[in-house]
């Protein structure tokens, strides 16, 4: 009765368990409807804002990077100014020497106006007119982007003074693929949908530098001829952008369509190539795309850790009912003897005489001489006994009755009785049980044979309820102690009154 009881209980638990789970995990897929839906809500609200956002930060980068190469060949022209050097050739050696992968080409155009650079470079300067531009640096200039027959790419260039022979002064220069603005401005997430392009204020001319189409970089256009293609709701709109951007206004955004598709489109003045403009295009499908990319990670995300906390949640329950389990087992029981404490058998003794209508025996136990044996077998040893002893009680009266262990080397036992004599019987293979128990020291040379004294009363013959009926034991234990251990009484009223007369 009392398995099925456990097991109706550990049903009942699980059970609750398993509702309370459903009921989490229905309440999280709702939160995560409700987050899809207000993810798509969100998408669809702000892609226009934000795509404008994305496409003023990549101008300013593109402006950022264009300043930080027209640094860079300011602060190698300083260098050369601040050392001596014998001849324009040492200056070239210097120069080549200083060749890096953040420009393609270096070199410098002394006080005559001689170029020392390579054959190739000095054809790029006559075709493309670069000694005009040379000619203004003050202290730097920057040539308009031209497409290289050397790299077969667009490249622009930049000039810087600088003094040598302490008098003389020459223009030096380096130069750098428009395509490495790529990695600083394009992302990876919207490398294959941005748009950047170098336009002339003035002209209207635009150069590509990142697009969709790899083939079209470099390639030159005009913004007037490309604002065909726009749907014609927008011309007006587009012709208006430009005529702000001729007229010199800085951070100019515009909004068009493309057929089905709706470019956000902004500009920013390049500080350093005056009349230039950095312009980024970018589909808002775009960013679109890519935030959907990023819920369905966050989705899978989620899955997964939720995966990871329904196991780990599992676990934590079936741990919780162990721990339970050895903590109900820790608070009922002796750790050492594995017998019922005293408060449980406090308990369970109640519970037992108050709720059975048959006679009962509670007896108390005593190992004889249990000092001496920590003494001189030591304290292992004296855990060993206390096992073996309590082992040898449960062996005779568990199958009746209750075995406690009060404290010590002291024991209770509360079993039904039939009679004095079946418990007599039972306490004759208890002694004897016992006396099989022996101890021997390290030294092999002395033993030590275990006996116990006992004293017994019964329910309801000596007393009704559990504290007096312990009393009664102890009373017969008592003088089971007095007359020389070794043996067990029963309670009898002339024991009373012999302890009263001392």
Not at 74 to 79: D, L, R
Not at 164 to 173: A, E, T
Not at 363 to 373: E, G, M, R, S, T
Request: aromatic residues 12%; charged residues 20%; contains cysteine.
């Amino acid at each position: 009765m009392k398995k099925r009881k456990d097991f109706f209980n550990n049903v009942t638990g699980s059970r609750s368990f398993y509702v309370t789970l459903v009921i989490c995990l229905l309440v999280f897929f709702g939160a995560i409807a409700m987050l899809i839906t207000a993810f798509n809500r969100l998408i669809s609200r702000h892609d226009q804002q934000l795509s404008g956002e994305i496409c003023t930060l990549i101008s300013e980068k593109m402006n950022n990077s264009i300043q930080s190469m027209t640094s860079t060949t300011k602060s190698i022209a300083e260098v050369l100014s601040a050392q001596d050097f014998s001849s324009p050739d040492e200056i070239y050696d210097r120069l080549k020497a200083m060749r890096n992968t953040e420009y393609i080409s270096i070199g410098f155009i002394d006080s005559e106006n001689h170029l020392y650079a390579t054959d190739e470079e000095a054809a790029e300067f006559a075709k493309w007119q670069l000694y005009d531009t040379a000619a203004k640096a003050d202290p730097v200039s920057i040539s308009a982007p031209y497409r290289s027959s050397v790299y077969g790419q667009p490249i622009i260039t930049m000039y810087s003074n600088f003094k040598y022979d302490r008098v003389k002064q020459g223009s030096m220069f380096t130069t750098y693929m428009l395509s490495d603005l790529q990695k600083i401005a394009a992302t990876e997430s919207l490398v294959n949908d941005i748009e950047i392009y170098l336009m002339n204020a003035q002209s209207a001319n635009i150069i590509q530098c990142v697009g969709t189409d790899e083939h079209a970089t470099g390639s030159w256009a005009n913004a007037y001829l490309s604002m065909q293609n726009i749907n014609k709701d927008d011309w007006d709109t587009y012709n208006e952008w430009l005529q702000q951007v001729h007229s010199g206004e800085d951070n100019i955004g515009i909004s068009y369509s493309i057929g089905d598709t709706f470019y956000s489109q902004y500009c920013s003045e390049i500080q350093s190539m005056p009349g230039w403009y950095v312009v980024v295009r970018i589909p808002s499908n775009a960013l679109s795309a890519t935030m959907s990319t990023f819920r369905n990670y966050v989705l899978i995300f989620l899955a997964i850790l939720l995966i990871v906390v329904v196991v780990l949640i599992i676990n934590m329950y079936r741990l919780s009912k162990q721990e339970n389990r050895m903590l109900e087992q820790l608070s009922i029981h002796d750790p050492l003897t594995q017998a019922l404490n005293r408060r449980a058998f406090d308990f369970a003794s109640e519970q037992r005489i108050n709720n059975s209508n048959k006679d009962a025996a509670l007896l108390f136990f005593d190992i004889d001489y249990f000092k001496q044996v920590n003494d001189h077998f030591g304290h292992d040893a004296g855990d060993q006994l206390l096992v073996a002893f309590c082992n040898v009680l449960r062996k005779n009266f568990e199958e009746h009755g209750i075995v406690s262990r009060f404290g010590g080397d002291e024991f209770v036992v509360l079993v039904d009785m039939e009679s004095r004599e079946s418990i007599d019987k039972i306490l004759e293979q208890v002694a004897e049980d016992a006396h099989n128990i022996t101890l021997t020291d390290k030294s092999n040379e002395g033993s030590f044979m275990i006996s116990f004294s006992s004293g017994a009363s019964r329910f309801p013959h000596d007393a009704n309820n559990m504290p007096d009926l312990k009393k009664c034991a102890d009373m017969a234990l008592y003088f089971v102690k007095e007359r020389g251990r070794n043996g067990y009484l029963w309670y009898d009223p002339a024991l009373k009154a012999r302890l009263n007369s001392k």
